[in-house]
């Protein structure tokens, strides 16, 4: 049997117009798009012409929109260059939120976790939805403060709002772009200065575009409602996978059940079990499934998003987290059912 892949809130494969786009760029586009001869000027054309239809996908103006290497770098310059001038006010912070966005916070003076929200508070950063548990969380109505918004794990899975925030992160490899994409989306105005400096991205990021993942990108974003048509078509899917695994002992249990989650994302505690050992089962049985993000996985360090829900730490080693790729198939999920009957 192929391997089966169930980490797509790790890393989606991208989609074929991506593949094309990217390849395409680095065939025939190659120039530097920073250079004033026709080479460059059509580089230049192009990274304008695909900021214009992200931006319009996403309902904001294109000029509201930096391209970034990845969501960690645009949650790190967002949150450094938000930094000197309200850093020295707490920021609210929801404690599951991803490391990229907990590290470039080390440097504010206080950082509260949500639901506190001091009075004098600058910022609230609340993640769209979980990586981990696919938990989907609104922004807390907050007066006087900028809200920040990671919707990296939302994008392409569920319909993100920007109405009622001031600054985002999307990331490209989560929603079939490439890797080496991704943006920052800052309303005007904000109280922001640049920390990687260069003429590049309007002196807002300097360094050579990456134009075939720029491109890459947008071609993904002109199947982004088709990809999110596919992911919630996954839900019931994952309630009938739940509810056969649910099914085999009360000392299995899924975290956020009953509570809005992305339709793709199993986070699953199989109580008293050790969940590297499992992952590792699975693994050699043919399954891709992840012990919680990404960049936890091979750290035995238990996920601070599954204990700030009010687990254990035993209780954090024993979950692993299955995310469907949105062209899951039943007898997909079947067998991968089926392995874990066997190894659990
Ligand atoms: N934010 C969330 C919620 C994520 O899941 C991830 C990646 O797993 C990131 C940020 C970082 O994204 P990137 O891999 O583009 O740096």
Known sequence: MPRLYFDANATAPPHPAAVEAVRRAMAEDWANPTSTHREGQRARYLIEEARREIAASLGVAPGEL?????????????LRGLQPALGDRPAAV???EHSACLNPLRDWARVAWLPEVPADCATVVQMAASNETGLLYDMPP?????RIRDAVQAWGKVAVDLADCDAA????HKMGGPRGAALLWMRPGLP??????????RRRRGGTEDLPAILGLAAAVRHLAERQALNAALAPLREAFEAEVTAWGRDIEVIGRGAARLPNTSCILFRGRNGEALHAALDLAGFAVSTGSACHSGSVKPSHAITSLGYGLEDARSVLRFSMLPDAQPGEVEALAAALKRLA
């Open 66 to 78: 930096v391209f970034c290497a990845s969501a960690t770098e645009a949650l790190h310059l967002l």
């Open 94 to 96: 929801f404690p599951g």
């Open 142 to 146: 907050v007066l006087d403060a900028l």
């Open 169 to 172: 992160v999307f990331s490209g």
């Open 192 to 201: 922001w200065e640049a920390v990687m400096e260069g003429p590049q991205e």
